[in-house]
């Protein structure tokens, strides 16, 4: 008797939880309103004691250190920019959704997956501080403190066997702690090749999930589940030193490292125009390439002559063979005043065949604007030879990652010896006594090398790199660097100063294999150099 | 028995689990949201919440300037600046190169830059400030300050005349930028950037030009013509509320609402003047008043001969912008052989007029509207004028944006023919400036053709005074020149700007 109303009490129990859950859930929980309100945000000012209190495992961090910087006008310009992003960002979220979903449905017997709401929120993300790392590398550090407690409200509604059920996403927030680096930084917008995003901790990710009006994170012990596994999956991908890579350009191209080689022969040029008052025009060609800053070059005057031979030479760097172009002027040598001008022309390298001689004779016009009727009058001719080499892929530079590492030392290093690169990048707060045009002399061995000259700049920049060949490691070997500077006059009343040097011991090089740092130097007042050095080995 | 006891207590269980339940959302949702509200306020505190939170223990590092320091992006530009200088070096000289050449005056065959370099120093941010002025706009003020060493060498090319490479150095920029970012719904979310300068603090630009392998101080009174011209440009162009509106790729967006446009009409009746200051060594001055509110479209009055209470009673209309921050410049001088000297300058702001009421003021003459420039505290005499503001409807706009736009494209004709110049772009002026100093040197000296004179002290050329025969391209570039400097304002004391003819009539005439 005891056994059966036991086993009866057991089935009751049983009938009665469920149906207890489903009163329950009925009672409490169909009920509640599903959508997503306002936080209401009171006036700090406002408030007592004992909300601060709470708050303050909150505070920012740029109140707590002082090497964070305060950023609350980037996130009052987030704030007034947010609604506007909001819909940006859901209506782009939407249309990517939208063919996944369509693709994904028919697989699991499924109707329909449509976002019934779907927003971010009234809450933008904020930056509790900013902080930067100033390094010697050509990189920029930031590590913003990034802090998104929002309201968004992403409601998706399931329909299958005619059934309905809807999943809900409330209070989202994402505290973390990104490294961004932009490296390696080019002289060529937007300035950097790179960005990588690592994470320097792992983030702190908090929702509610709602399946059928039942938030699932507030069973005891899920959330804590899921949070660790959400967190634990992200520091797999993203703590650092993993990073998130995301190229921006290529650095190579940013560069502009030359491709080839342009070899240019000026023939000849014909039935030029008498310019001179007396006797016939003096012709020289003046050459230049274009986006190339260095000076055009000239060939040499055939005096009294309109029908000048010329037959020299020239050779052109070439880095962009599809917008760079041959400039080629005739001048008409003058000995007094101004050189006039006799004609040109314009070659684009596009034109070329690579590894083609190609003679061209080109007519010289006024200028190139096409519509010149001037352009209409016979200037004359200008016979040009232009062969076009480029670089084998082989001869190319070296690829900018393998750069970014210690480079092999080229072939003919002898075994056990090696490449001892220097690189002089700048110098800050160097002052001569009389005059402050500042060069780097670096004497190794006995071997002296010199940088070029900087006028009047108390922080010269040079960006030089110089090579020696060396039988064994220089362990025991010492560098010294001199910042230098002579007058810019012929200065017999101030000669060369020494602005200040520096010893550098080379055995934390061959350890190492690359350094790069900023020295003081000695006999200076403030003055810094920041020199790279490599140890290449075969 | 146990069937229904069961069945109960189940129920009890099942009802206060589902109760649990909802106590532990409720409770984690209320967490969550405080924590919400929590980081809300805490991006964005202000002086005293932080005094609540810290207590006593207030950190010393922080302070809250009006701008709000940017030390890291500081930072940060400095590193970057050596590249940034690269790139932008490249990306001016390709994209004002083409420039230069449209706009280089005749008499001139190349301008170039024969070197271009931004320098080792790096812009400073001092500040920056963020206001929402308007719904569905962020206006950013950005507090900029670039004490450079920039290196720009203009080569210019003149027929007949050796080349003059003009130097531009040590610049320094101390400036309040004003960013607007329009937002739009669509990424990424900013349809169009509109800059200007804001006009208070007054932007500071000062630079050192130099002629390379000669002096241009050989030339009287060039720099100061370059500094006017470009003061005058800045003040036309960028100082707010004039501004350059930049669309952002991407979305096509109507921008006309972000355009400076008439908003008004104002009509001046300048009535007459009383005690003005004699100026003469003999007789008594020759004043005429000139009114202007942007120093492109300047009306001036009749020369009224040896009277120092002169009585005028003309009436000009001029177009007005921005009501809340233009302002009618009056200005009389004293008509006089060679230069115009100033008998005063007043000022009279927009915004103290109402819309369509006449209002008749008499104003007290200054010697300058720097006040921290004015040394004297002699009494200048006053203005009588008459204004009245009418502000504009929908097609009355349209109409005087039209007949604006009419205006400065038959300017730019008769500029482009030779006849005038008008100050349309720094380079432009500073191109002009080189177009007369070749002037000068060509034929100027000794011809007596477009001869350019220095004025007294600081004074600006004139044109003109060497009346004659003015036929080669090189003295028109002369006058070119002149033209540029009478067409703005001056903005130092001391300077006086002669306006050798009035603009009304579509842009003035060579001085002959």
Redesign the interface.
């Known amino acids: 008797m005891g056994v059966i109303s036991t086993i009866f009490g057991f089935c009751g129990f049983g009938v009665g939880i469920s149906s207890g859950l489903v009163i329950g859930y009925f009672l409490f929980i169909y009920f509640q309103p599903t959508d997503v309100k306002n936080p209401e945000i009171r006036p700090l000012v406002e408030r007592d004691s004992e909300t601060l209190q709470q708050m303050l495992p909150e505070i920012p961090l740029w109140v707590k250190c002082p090497d964070y910087d305060r950023v609350d006008w980037l996130n009052k310009f987030l704030e007034l920019m947010w609604p506007y992003l909001d819909k940006a960002i859901c209506k782009t979220a939407k249309n990517i959704a939208k063919p996944i979903i369509a693709e994904q449905i028919p697989k699991y017997k499924i109707e329909s997956v449509e976002f019934e709401t779907l927003t971010l929120g009234t809450l933008p993300p904020t930056f509790q501080g900013m902080k930067v790392y100033v390094t010697d590398e050509k990189e920029l550090i930031m590590e913003p403190c990034l802090k998104w407690a929002a309201n968004p409200n992403v409601t998706i509604g399931v329909k299958a066997f005619g059934l309905k059920a809807t999943v809900q996403v409330v209070d989202l927030q994402v505290f973390a702690q990104p490294r961004i680096t932009l490296k390696p930084l080019v002289p060529a917008f937007p300035c950097f090749a790179n960005i990588y995003v690592s994470l320097m901790e792992k983030p702190h990710v908090d929702f509610g999930l709602k399946l059928v009006g039942a938030d699932l994170m507030s069973i005891p012990g899920l959330y804590r589940f899921v949070q660790e596994l959400i967190k634990t999956q992200v520091a797999n991908m993203y703590l650092w030193p993993k990073t998130l890579e995301v190229p921006i350009l290529d650095p190579s191209k940013a560069y502009r490292r030359p491709v080839g080689i342009l070899h240019v022969k000026v023939v000849k040029a014909m039935n030029l125009k008498k310019k001179d008052l007396l006797g016939a025009s003096d012709p020289y060609v003046k050459l230049k390439i274009t986006e190339d800053k260095l000076p055009s070059k000239k060939t040499t005057v055939k005096h009294k002559n309109l029908n000048p031979e010329w037959n020299e030479e020239y050779n052109f760097t070439v880095r962009d063979p599809e917008s760079q172009a041959v400039e080629l002027a005739v001048y008409d040598w003058e000995q007094v005043g101004k050189h006039d001008k006799m004609g040109m022309n314009v070659v684009p390298l596009k034109e070329l065949t690579p590894e083609e001689p190609s003679v061209k004779t080109l007519d010289l016009l006024k200028n190139m604007d096409l519509n010149d009727g001037q352009n209409e009058k016979s200037r004359g001719q200008l016979v040009v030879e232009f062969i076009y080499k480029p670089f084998k892929e082989e001869d190319l530079p070296k690829s900018f990652e393998e750069s970014q590492t210690v480079q092999k030392a080229p072939e003919n290093t002898p075994a056990g010896g090696g490449l001892l690169v220097v690189i002089v990048h700048e110098a800050q707060d160097v002052e001569g006594k009389h005059h402050t045009n500042p060069y780097a002399r670096i004497l190794f061995r006995g071997e002296e090398r010199k940088t070029k000259h900087v006028k009047k700049n108390r922080d010269p920049r040079w960006e030089e790199e110089f090579q020696f060949m060396l039988e064994e490691p220089p362990t025991n070997d010492r560098l010294h660097v001199e910042v230098c500077s002579v007058s810019s006059r012929i200065g017999l009343l101030h000669p060369k100063e020494t602005l200040g040097y520096i010893d550098i011991n080379l055995s934390d090089v061959v350890s190492n294999k690359r350094i790069n740092e900023k020295y003081h130097l000695i006999d200076s007042k403030n003055g810094r150099i920041q020199i790279e050095l490599q140890w290449r080995t075969a | ?19 649990g ?2 106590h ?2 409720r ?3 209320t967490k ?14 202000n002086r ?3 005094k ?3 207590g006593d223990n207030f ?1 010393i ?2 302070s809250f300037p009006v701008y ?5 992006l500081n ?2 530009l400095s ?2 600046w ?3 200088a ?3 070096e ?2 001016i000289k390709e994209s004002v190169e083409p420039l230069l050449e449209e706009y280089r005056p005749p008499g001139i ?1 190349s301008l170039k830059f024969s070197k271009l370099s931004l320098g ?2 790096a812009p400073k941010i001092e500040g ?5 002025l308007k719904q ?1 706009q ?1 206006t ?1 003020d950005i507090d900029f300050r670039w004490g450079g ?1 920039p290196s720009i060498i203009l080569g210019v ?1 003149a ?5 003059i490479p003009i130097q531009l150095k040590d610049l320094q920029v101390f400036t309040v930028i004003r960013v607007i ?1 329009q ?5 990424p ?1 900013i349809s169009a950037v509109v800059v200007a300068l804001l006009s208070e603090p007054k932007p500071r630009i000062d630079y050192t030009l130099k002629a390379v392998g000669g002096s241009l101080t050989a030339i009287p009174g060039i720099a100061d013509m370059i500094d006017d011209t470009v003061d005058s440009i800045i003040t036309d162009m960028l100082q707010w509320p004039h501004r350059i509106v930049v669309p952002i790729g991407g979305i096509p967006v109507d921008t006309s609402e972000l355009e400076l446009k008439p908003q008004g009409k104002v009509a001046v009746t300048i009535v007459k003047a009383n005690n003005l200051k004699n100026m003469e060594m003999i007789g008594k001055s020759d004043p005429y008043a000139v009114v202007h509110i942007k120093p492109l479209f300047k009306v001036k009055t009749n020369v009224v001969d040896n009277n120092l209470n002169p009585v005028w009673n003309q009436t000009f209309e001029l177009i007005a912008e921005d009501k809340e921050t233009q302002s009618l410049i009056f200005e009389v001088f004293d008509k006089d052989i060679g230069q115009d000297k100033r008998l005063g300058i007043v000022k009279l702001p927009l915004i103290d007029l109402e819309a369509d009421t006449p209002k008749e003021a008499e104003l007290r003459l200054l010697p300058s509207l720097d006040m921290l420039k004015i040394k004297d505290k002699k009494d200048r005499g006053s203005i009588t004028v008459k204004v009245l503001y009418h502000e504009f409807n929908k097609e009355e706009q349209l109409s005087a944006l039209e007949e604006e736009k009419r205006f400065l494209e038959e300017r730019k004709k008769l500029k482009e023919a030779g006849v005038i110049g008008s100050t349309m772009d720094a380079i432009d002026g500073a191109a002009s400036l080189v177009g007369s100093g070749v002037g000068m040197v060509g034929t100027g000296i000794g011809a007596g053709a477009g001869l350019v004179t220095a004025g007294v002290g600081t004074g600006v050329g004139l044109v003109g005074s060497g009346f004659g025969a003015v036929g080669s391209g090189l003295s028109k570039a002369g006058k070119f020149m002149g033209r540029t400097i009478t067409g703005h304002s001056s903005k130092r004391s001391g300077t006086t700007t002669p306006v050798n003819s009035v603009q009304e009539n579509g842009g003035a005439k060579p001085v002959q």
Do not use: H
Request: glycine share 6%; charged share 20%.
């Open positions: 028995m146990g069937l229904i006891s069961g069945v109960f207590m189940g129920m009890i269980f099942g009802i206060a689990l589902m109760a339940w909802r532990m959302m409770y984690r949702s969550r949201i405080a924590k919400a509200a929590d980081i809300k306020i805490l991006g964005s505190l005293d919440d932080l609540k939170i810290c950190p590092w922080i709000e320091q940017v030390k890291w930072k940060e590193k970057l050596p590249f940034v690269d790139a932008a490249l990306v065959t080792n120093v920056i400030r963020v206001q929402s569905g962020i950013m060493d090319e027929a007949m005349v050796a080349s970012f937002l739009a719904e669509e990424i979310c």
